[in-house]
């Protein structure tokens, strides 16, 4: 597995190694084992599945505060994501910049965020799908959003002219110059 880092400190591109012929692949996406001898030792707890129908469909930017703040490990099984993530911690040179990775059911790339992100992704076609693996179970008490369209961070979400698709959750969330994060 080919492993990358980022200019966020723990944000990390994750490219698993392809065997294939002309059936089609297969790849070990996850081995915890491996990932542990390069210092990335997590307990996954919870799977997640995420299909979005339409291009330019935004979900987030979301967060779990402490103490049940989640490491993700974010892939696309189907179509094409840009991938989002935004450091929060209050201590980081890096506070309030972010990257983006497009990630596709072809190139296979995944993205590790850690605890202390925001994250979100634009779909850039059709039923595109996510799966992410989690270290901690969802807790609606400590579920958190920044509005993806926050000036003061500039996101680039590759939508052209395009009026996203948004939750009532996302288009209501705050401007991230109004969010105070949980994260030090």
Not at 21 to 33: C, I, L, P, V
Not at 75 to 93: E, F, N, Q, T, Y
Not at 103 to 108: F, I, R, T, V, Y
Request: charged share 20%; with cysteine.
């Amino acid at each position: 597995m080919e492993i990358e880092k980022t200019k966020l400190d723990g944000v990390l591109v994750l490219t698993p190694k392809r065997f294939g012929d002309d059936r089609g692949y297969f790849s070990e996406t996850w081995n915890r084992k491996l990932l542990a001898e390069n210092g990335i030792d997590l307990d996954f707890v919870q799977d997640n599945h995420s299909l979005s129908a339409t291009p330019g469909t935004v979900r987030g930017l979301h967060f779990q505060a402490p103490p049940h703040a989640q490491d993700k490990l974010v892939r696309c099984g189907g179509g094409a994501v840009l991938d989002v993530a935004v450091d929060i911690r209050k201590s980081s040179p890096t506070y309030g910049q972010w990257i983006s990775v497009v990630l596709s059911a072809e190139n296979g790339k995944q993205l590790l965020v850690p605890k202390g992100f925001l994250h979100g992704f634009s779909t850039l076609e059709p039923n595109s799908e996510l799966l992410y693996k989690c270290t901690d179970f969802y807790a609606p008490e400590s579920d958190g959003a920044v509005h993806y369209a926050s000036p003061s961070l500039g996101i680039d979400w590759q939508l052209g002219n395009a009026t996203p698709e948004l939750s009532g959750k996302d288009a209501a969330a705050i401007d991230f110059a109004d969010f105070t994060s949980p994260f030090e």
